[in-house]
């Protein structure tokens, strides 16, 4: 049985209008970190899984990518907190017609089938578990014995400006804006090498390998002001603030913006972590 009290506030989180947020903004997304869908699908396929598990799966797209690239002899599986993205999920599955096997539930505390997985990614789904030691070890219950676990994290703050540029122009105009809390659950929870270390040894994972890698990604820049406007930390204060507040912070943070525009889109460079593991042999 799932503790229903771990991960409540990212419960409330995306399962609130931050999951429908992203749902609407879910093509845009799509293609900005398509990048990332083709190496943890490539990856997939490299290792002839038969049995994956793709944690915080949000809309499907990565779930869905590794269905298609290993076809009807494997057994792909989307887990994700937010029902509101596990039904839009469900949907593409059905409309692509797809056998992938979609579930809402906290990955840190569901109740997997001991050894099920012989394969378990993520697209920048596993930073906002609250107790990411308990996480890990449940998703290494559910792995068979040397399975591999292979994710893709944010790197620091530091490192992707392009992250934070909304929060950095819009602060002088939103006074309440949260500061970022180092090592909180939220998009940098793993910018530290070594905690990533430290939490998949703690939960019972070997062979771990932490890669920097840099990975070139692009947003149109026609959803510029949709993505300020409803995503991230200046997409929540937005939503409690009054219309001139909201038109005089899209125009600052878009404008703040201007140094990424080439042609038609934004582009930037996603400092991030790529993690690998094994789960013990025995």
Known sequence: MEDSRANEAQ?????????????????????????????????????????????????????????????????CTG????????????????????????????????????????????????????????????LRHAARANAQLRFAAWRGAADNPFMTTAERAAAPLLPDLPARQPGAPGQFAFGDRQRIASVLADSGWAHVAIEPID???????????????????????L???????????IETVHAAFDRYVLGADLRFDAACWLVTARAPSV
């Open 79 to 138: 887990v994700d907190i937010s029902a509101r993205m596990i039904e839009a999920a469900q949907a593409r599955a059905e409309r692509d017609g797809l056998d992938v096997a979609f579930v809402h539930a906290d990955a840190q505390t569901h109740a997997f089938a001991p050894r099920e997985f012989d394969l378990i990614v993520s697209r920048f789904g596993v930073m906002f578990f609250d107790d990411p030691v308990r996480a890990f070890g449940n």
């Open 215 to 237: 990975i070139a990604c692009r947003l149109p820049a026609a959803a510029l002001d949709d993505y300020v406007a409803r995503l991230g930390p200046v997409g929540l204060a």
């Open 11 to 75: 419960s409330a989180l995306w399962n609130g209008p931050s999951g429908l947020a992203w749902v609407d903004a879910q093509t845009t997304l799509d293609r900005m970190f398509e990048p990332f869908e083709t190496l943890l699908a490539d990856a997939a396929v490299t290792v002839s899984a038969r049995s994956v598990l793709d944690v915080g799966c949000g809309t499907g797209a990565v779930t869905l990518a590794i269905a298609r690239r290993l076809g009807a002899h494997a057994q």
């Open 239 to 249: 939503r409690q603030a009054d219309e001139a507040t909201r038109r005089r912070v």
